[in-house]
């Protein structure tokens, strides 16, 4: 019997193997072959969860998950959670992009938008995510740069902006309980808001070939007739559980400690986009006193900014959470206010 989830599994993971051919080849994997059509969908699925970056992926795993199969009001919250966090990222990695281009020289920004961006920056709703990302792409289009993902730059259309819009009202609306909604209502959302959300995965395709992974540690060798190389010590940040590969990687470059990264290749950290301090890693945090107790160790994204106090919210941990025990705290926030200061010179 077919589920809700069976048209956007195959959709989307379509939309995955357009840009990463490889995918297909797993498709060969599944049991459809032995009979059991129920068995490739959740094969495909995991696939589908395994490509995209974890903060996506974890909340595809909730909404692909038995207990979310019913058109009802847990499966229309999750729904537009996975929309948000997808949004999320994208916004996340436009504004790395910003803050690591504004280092090397000064960006133009016009005043008004920038105004507006510093108004809208504190508070992630829906509607300023949209909002935003159309913005930093303009940004970087406006300063002759190119995403680090090209591909966002054809993806990040009119129509796509469109499709974000149209779940703007019902996300204030329906979201936050403003409306009360009828069974027959909110089955009728789900199956508008399912189509919306396969739609913008779709587009975001192209995050398939791309590798998020966490800086663990560096180590430096150095011989007196050599140059020095610089091991990293990095986990993918994509698996379908806890369990994130690790894997090290002998560069003559170096990067960030205590980061996440996004690649364009699992097999070098030589072209990467920082994505700290909007994308955080806590389980790199050795817990040695009694302040960090608290401190869960999850993959953390940003929240909000107000009064020098970065607010998180984890993939795992959904509360958010105070993290201003961490070692790196002070300086995450020196990167959160030096990417204010580029709207705000």
């Known amino acids: 019997m077919a589920s809700l989830n069976d048209p956007m599994i195959e959709e989307v993971f379509a939309a995955l193997a357009e840009h990463r051919p490889q995918l297909k080849t797993l498709q060969s994997l599944s049991d459809e072959e032995e009979g059991n059509p129920a068995a490739d969908t959740r094969f495909i699925a995991d696939v589908i969860i395994r490509a995209f970056p974890w903060p996506i992926g974890v909340e595809l795993r909730r909404l692909f998950s038995a207990q979310l199969m019913q058109p009802d009001r847990m499966r229309l919250d999750q729904l537009f959670k996975t929309f948000e966090r997808t949004l999320q990222f994208v916004c996340f990695a436009?504004?790395?992009?910003?803050?690591?281009?504004?280092?090397?020289?000064?960006?133009?920004?016009?005043?008004?938008?920038?105004?507006?961006?510093?108004?809208?920056?504190?508070?992630?709703?829906?509607?300023?995510?949209?909002?935003?990302?159309?913005?930093?792409?303009?940004?970087l289009v406006d300063n002759g740069m190119e995403p680090?993902?090209?591909?966002?730059?054809?993806?990040?259309?009119?129509?796509?902006?469109k499709t974000c819009a149209s779940v703007v009202p019902d996300r204030n609306d329906i979201g936050h309980y403003k409306v009360t909604l009828t069974e027959e209502e909110i089955q009728i959302r789900c199956m508008e808001l399912q189509d919306r959300l396969m739609k913008v995965l779709k587009d975001l395709?192209?995050?398939a070939k791309y590798k998020l992974v966490s800086v663990r540690s560096i180590n430096v060798e150095k011989h007196r007739r050599?140059?020095?190389?610089?091991t990293h010590l990095i986990h993918l940040l994509n698996s379908a559980n806890s369990d994130f590969k690790a894997q090290e990687l002998d560069e003559v470059v170096f990067t960030d400690t205590k980061s996440v990264l996004l690649l364009r290749t699992s097999r070098s950290i030589v072209e990467n986009l920082n994505l700290s301090p909007f994308i955080i890693d806590t389980s790199v945090e050795r817990i040695d006193?009694?302040?960090?107790?608290?401190?869960?160790?999850?993959?953390?994204?940003?929240?909000?900014?107000?009064?020098?106090?970065?607010?998180?919210v984890g993939t795992e941990a959904v509360a958010k959470h105070d993290l201003r025990a961490l070692s790196n705290y002070a300086t995450?926030?020196?990167?959160?206010?030096?990417?204010?200061?580029?709207?705000?010179?």
């Open 205 to 207: 395709g192209f995050l």
């Open 148 to 161: 680090f993902m090209p591909e966002a730059g054809q993806a990040l259309n009119d129509a796509f902006f």
């Open 289 to 312: 006193t009694k302040e960090k107790m608290t401190i869960k160790k999850d993959i953390f994204l940003y929240s909000s900014f107000r009064n020098d106090v970065i607010d998180y």
């Open 94 to 139: 436009l504004a790395a992009q910003v803050l690591e281009s504004a280092g090397r020289s000064k960006l133009e920004i016009k005043p008004n938008i920038a105004a507006e961006f510093l108004r809208r920056w504190p508070m992630m709703t829906l509607g300023n995510l949209v909002w935003m990302i159309a913005e930093l792409k303009r940004i």
């Open 332 to 345: 995450l926030v020196g990167d959160m206010k030096d990417f204010m200061r580029i709207f705000n010179p």
């Open 226 to 230: 050599s140059d020095a190389h610089y």
